[in-house]
Nanobody
Framework: QVQLVESGGGPAQAGGSLRVSCDAS????????MGWFRQAPGKEREFLAA???????????DSVRGQLTISSVSRDNAKVMVYLQMNSLIPETTAVYYC??????????????????WGHGTKVTVSS
């Protein structure tokens, strides 16, 4: 069964850095593209970053470009880790961060409905 499991969230200080991880067990490296979203309290879930698995090309939301880095490491054909490195944290980045997977997302990477697999999220709380 394909699962996405996020980890690495927790408390963080403004100005600091944090990396959240996604264990994409069973997600085929040749099929699924991966993305990160976040949902702040009282707000809609928003797209942050995506990585096209076939060639590693990355895409970012304009609002977070330069602040986040998405990366992917394939340990073997059955297990892939996807990371989101966050720098220069501010309290407004407090949110639940979600990992997601979808098929052929190159032209629709920022559309939430095109992602068919979702993790349960990991909460990041940034304090000043």
């Amino acid at each position: 069964q394909v699962q996405l499991v996020e980890s690495g969230g927790g408390p963080a200080q403004a100005g600091g850095s944090l990396r959240v991880s996604c264990d994409a067990s069973g997600v085929s490296a040749s099929i699924y593209d991966m993305g990160w979203f976040r949902q702040a309290p009282g707000k809609e879930r928003e797209f942050l970053a995506a990585i096209i698995r076939r060639d590693g090309i990355t895409y970012y939301a304009d609002s977070v470009r330069g602040q986040l880095t998405i990366s992917s490491v394939s340990r073997d054909n059955a297990k892939v880790m996807v990371y989101l490195q966050m720098n220069s944290l501010i309290p407004e980045t407090t949110a639940v961060y979600y990992c997601a997977a979808g098929y052929r997302l190159r032209t629709v990477y920022n559309i939430k409905s095109r992602y068919t697999l979702w993790g349960h999220g990991t909460k990041v709380t940034v304090s000043s």
